[in-house]
């Protein structure tokens, strides 16, 4: 289980989750990934500021609050229950992706305005089996 604990600073058009990563990010595959939003890959899993739906290969559907500058934002990725979950400032938005593919995952943030700032103020990992 992975939790990732972010601090939206400047913009709300900001998409924040997860997106797999197969072989090394200089593939031509992860290069063209890395030139566009990761919420348009069928790899990529994120939640979207501006109006707090959820998007995968390109496909949008309505799921949590919208967010902005001042919020947390905490993506919390489930491997054991195949989940991925977002928080915003401390509640719940519930499951917004179920039946992950097994993979390795990374957090993964796409900005869509210039002056848009997140920062990442904690990480935690932990192994629920122990």
Not at 42 to 70: L, W
């Amino acid at each position: 289980k992975a939790r990732w604990e972010l601090a939206v600073k400047h913009g709300d058009n900001i998409g924040l989750g997860v997106c797999s990563v197969v072989g090394g990010l200089k593939t031509a595959k992860n290069k063209k990934l890395l030139t566009q939003s990761f919420t348009n890959d069928i790899n990529g899993y994120g939640y979207m500021g501006n109006d707090g739906g959820v998007q995968r290969s390109g496909r949008y559907k309505k799921y949590g609050q919208q967010f902005k500058a001042g919020d947390k934002v905490a993506v919390v990725l489930d491997t054991k229950q195949k989940t991925l979950s977002f928080e915003l400032n401390g509640q719940d938005q519930g499951v917004a992706f179920k039946n992950l593919p097994s993979g390795d995952y990374r957090l993964a943030a796409a900005f869509f305005e210039r002056s848009q700032k997140i920062v990442l103020q904690h990480t935690a990992i932990w192994d629920l089996a122990k």
